[in-house]
C-alpha cells in the first residue's frame, strides 16, 4: 500500500534553516509529481512546492518562494524540502503527498515551530 | 490567486440526514485539457486530509456511495447521504487548475447535532 512518512520537523529560531524528508513505498516513486502542503495550527491547507517527477520542473508558491528549495532522490524513493530564512509565518504541519492537481494520498505530516 | 469560497463553514447535522457544503471559485476551474481539477477532502481531527472526490464528482476507492460531488465552472458541491457518526471532520475543497498556487477552501466542519 501507498506510504508516504515524513520526518525532520522541529524547533528553529527565526532566520534558522530545516531540511524535511519524506519516504515513500508501495508505488513506483519515479512515475509521479510530489508536493509539499502545510497547514498552520488550527488554520486551513496552504499549498508549499511541487516538483516533476524527473525533477526537470518545479514551483514554489510566492510565500515561500527564494526561502524553500523541494528536491527528490528517485534512487531512494524520496522527497525533500530545504528551507532556509525561516519565519515565525513558516510554523505549520507539513504534510508531502502525492500528485499535484488531485494529491491522492498524503502522509501523516512533521511539525514545524519557529520561534525564538 | 483563485480564492476558494465554502459555506457553511460549520454544518450541524443530524445522523442520517443529508449535508451540503458549497465550494465556489473566483475563476473558472476548466483547465485547457478539457478536465476541470476540483477536488474534495476530509480531515479528521488529529489526521491528515484524505481525499474523496476528484474531477467533480469522480469518488476515490473505499469512498461510499453516500458522498457525491457535482457542479462545473465555478460553483461545486459535496452532498453526504444518510450522515454517519464517522463522517465527522472538516471537509475543504481544492483546486487544481490554475498554478500558482493551488489553494483550497477555508473548510467545512461537520459535527453530528
Known amino acids: 500500500q501507498v506510504q508516504l512518512v515524513e520526518s525532520g520537523g522541529g524547533l528553529v529560531k527565526p532566520g534558522g534553516s530545516l531540511r524535511l524528508s519524506c519516504a515513500a513505498s508501495g508505488f513506483t516513486f519515479s512515475d509521479f509529481y510530489m508536493s509539499w502542503i502545510r497547514q498552520a495550527p488550527g488554520k486551513g491547507l496552504e499549498w508549499v512546492s511541487f516538483i516533476s517527477s524527473s525533477s526537470s520542473y518545479r514551483n514554489d508558491a510566492d510565500s515561500v518562494k527564494g526561502r524553500f528549495t523541494i528536491s527528490r532522490d528517485n534512487a531512494k524513493n524520496s522527497l525533500y524540502l530545504q528551507m532556509n530564512s525561516l519565519r515565525a509565518e513558516d510554523t505549520a504541519v507539513y504534510y508531502c503527498a502525492r500528485g499535484t492537481r488531485e494529491p491522492d494520498y498524503w502522509g501523516q505530516g512533521t511539525l514545524v515551530t519557529v520561534s525564538s | 490567486d483563485v480564492v476558494m469560497t465554502q459555506s457553511p463553514l460549520y454544518l450541524p447535522v443530524t445522523l442520517g440526514q443529508t449535508a451540503s457544503i458549497s465550494c465556489r471559485s473566483s475563476q473558472s476551474l476548466v483547465y485547457s485539457d478539457g478536465n476541470t481539477y476540483l477536488n474534495w477532502f476530509r480531515q479528521r481531527p488529529g489526521q491528515s486530509p484524505r481525499r474523496l472526490i476528484y474531477k467533480i464528482s469522480n469518488r476515490d476507492s473505499g469512498v461510499p456511495d453516500r458522498f457525491s460531488g457535482s457542479g462545473s465552472g465555478t460553483d461545486f458541491t459535496l452532498k453526504i447521504s444518510r450522515v454517519e457518526a464517522e463522517d465527522v471532520g472538516v471537509y475543504y475543497c481544492?483546486?487544481?487548475?490554475?498554478?500558482?498556487?493551488?489553494?483550497f477552501g477555508q473548510g467545512t466542519k461537520l459535527e453530528i447535532k
Open positions: 481544492m483546486q487544481g487548475t490554475h498554478w500558482p498556487p493551488y489553494t
